[in-house]
Structure formats: C-alpha cells, structure tokens
C-alpha cells in the first residue's frame, strides 16, 4: 500500500521560510516521478513543482520559481519542498504526489500539510 504522509507546515509570516517533507511508504520515491501540489482556500487544486525519478530534472509553476526547490531523500525515501521568501498567496493545503503533476486521478496523494502565510 502506498502511504504518502507530508509534515512541516505551519504559520508564518510573510518572507519567511519553511521545509516540507513527504515521508514515503510502499513505493521507492527515487522510482518515480514525483510532484507537489496545492489547494487555497476556495480554489482548485494547483500544481506546485515536479522532480524527475532521479531527481535531476525539476519543473515549477511560474508562481513559485526561483523561491521554491523540490528534492529527494533517496536515503530517507522522502520528498522535500523548499519554500522561500512565502507569500501570503502561497497559503494553502500542500500535497506530495506521484505523477508528473498530482493531480490525475491515478496519482496518489497525501494528505496535506497546511502552510498559512499572514501578517
């Protein structure tokens, strides 16, 4: 059974930073493609970044370029998501998936971390 269990979430503030994790079960994270995706409040799902099985090819949305970095732990068998300089549009539900973006109906998906960005 594959289990995909993200941490790290939290509130902060603007400009701030934090590090989400996505500890993986029943499947090698270094096997797969990998994604993250996320949900505002009232909104749909959205696709946040990709990293390629073996991790040296990474993909972003244009909203998180150059502030956000996704790796693999092969060792640990976790994804992380590296998040900079957060803004308060970055609030949201944070899901670890497999596939090339998450959000197929055949792409497993954890069941979130919560990051909230507020003054």
């Known amino acids: 059974e594959v289990q995909l269990v993200e941490s790290g979430g939290g509130f902060v503030q603007p400009g701030a930073s934090l590090r989400l994790s996505c500890a993986a079960s029943?499947?090698?994270?270094?096997?797969?493609?990998m994604s993250w995706v996320r949900q505002a409040p009232g909104k749909g799902p959205e696709w946040v970044s990709t990293?390629?099985?073996?991790?040296?090819?990474?993909y972003y949305a244009d909203s998180v370029k150059g502030r956000f970095t996704v790796s693999k732990d092969t060792a640990e068998n976790t994804l992380h998501l590296q998040m900079e300089s957060l803004k308060p549009e970055d609030t949201a539900v944070y899901y670890c998936?497999?596939?090339?973006?998450?959000?197929?109906?055949?792409?497993?998906r954890g069941q979130g971390t919560q990051v909230t960005v507020s003054s």
């Open positions: 998936a497999t596939g090339r973006t998450g959000l197929a109906d055949d792409d497993f």
């Open positions: 029943g499947i090698l994270v270094g096997s797969y493609v």
């Open positions: 990293i390629s099985a073996g991790g040296g090819i990474t």
